[in-house]
C-alpha cells in the first residue's frame, strides 16, 4: 500500500494521470480488504486531488477540502503541505484570496511544525503564483516566492522542483521584457535533464525556452 502510494504521487507530479488512477484503485480497493482506513482515505483523496487538478473538479476548493479533511480525521500529517498549497492554489482560482493566503501560511508553518521539506520549495512557487493572480498584483512579491523556491530547491539538490520555480520566474521576467534573462536562468536546468521529456514540466518548459527567442 505506501509502494501504491508513493508511486501514484510521483505519477501525479508527472502529469501521467491515468496511470496514477489504475493505482490510486487498486490502492483502495486493497485498503478495503485489509481494513487499512489511512490508505483508503489516501486513495481516494488523490482521486478527488487529480480530478481538480485536471480542472474537471465542479467545485475544486469543495472537493479539496473534503479530502482534506478526512485526511487530518485519520490522525495524519504527512503530506499536508501538499494538500494546503493545493487548496491554496483552488481558493486563489475562486477568487477567494484571504482563505488562499491562510492555507499558504498554514502550509509554511505545517513544513516548520513538522519538518516534512519535500514540497517546501512547491509552497512557495505556489505562493508567489497566487500573488500574480491577485487584483492588485505585485510582481516583486512574486519574485521573492521565487525566488525563494529556487534557493530551497537548489539546496536540496530537487532538480524537478527547481525547473518548476525557474519556469515560473522565467515566465514573470518575460512578462517584464527580460527575455534573455529568462533563458540563461531556465536553460542550464531543463540542459540537466537526461531523461523524462514526455513529461508535463519538461514539455512545459522545452516549449518555453522556444518562445524565449
Known sequence: MPALALTSTMY??????????AQ??????LAEDKGANLWRVFGAMNKDFIVALKGKAINAV????????????????MLLPMRLATLANAYAGAGEFD???????????????????WYE???????GEIVLQTPNRVAAGAATYFER?????????????????AMSLA??????GKTQQSRELLAPVYGWF???FDTRDLKDAKALLDALV
Open 12 to 21: 501525479i507530479h508527472c502529469g501521467r494521470y491515468t496511470v496514477a488512477l
Open 24 to 29: 490510486l484503485d487498486e490502492l483502495v480497493a
Open 62 to 77: 469543495e472537493v479539496i477540502s473534503s479530502g482534506l479533511a478526512a485526511w487530518r480525521a485519520t490522525g495524519a500529517t
Open 99 to 117: 482563505h488562499a493566503w491562510r492555507s499558504i501560511g498554514e502550509a509554511l508553518g505545517t513544513v516548520e511544525a513538522t519538518k516534512e521539506r
Open 121 to 127: 520549495a512547491e509552497v512557495n512557487r505556489i505562493a
Open 149 to 165: 523556491a529556487l534557493t530551497v530547491a537548489r539546496h536540496q539538490q530537487a532538480k524537478s522542483w527547481e525547473l518548476r520555480a
Open 171 to 176: 515566465r514573470l521576467w518575460r512578462d517584464q
Open 194 to 196: 537526461s531523461e523524462g
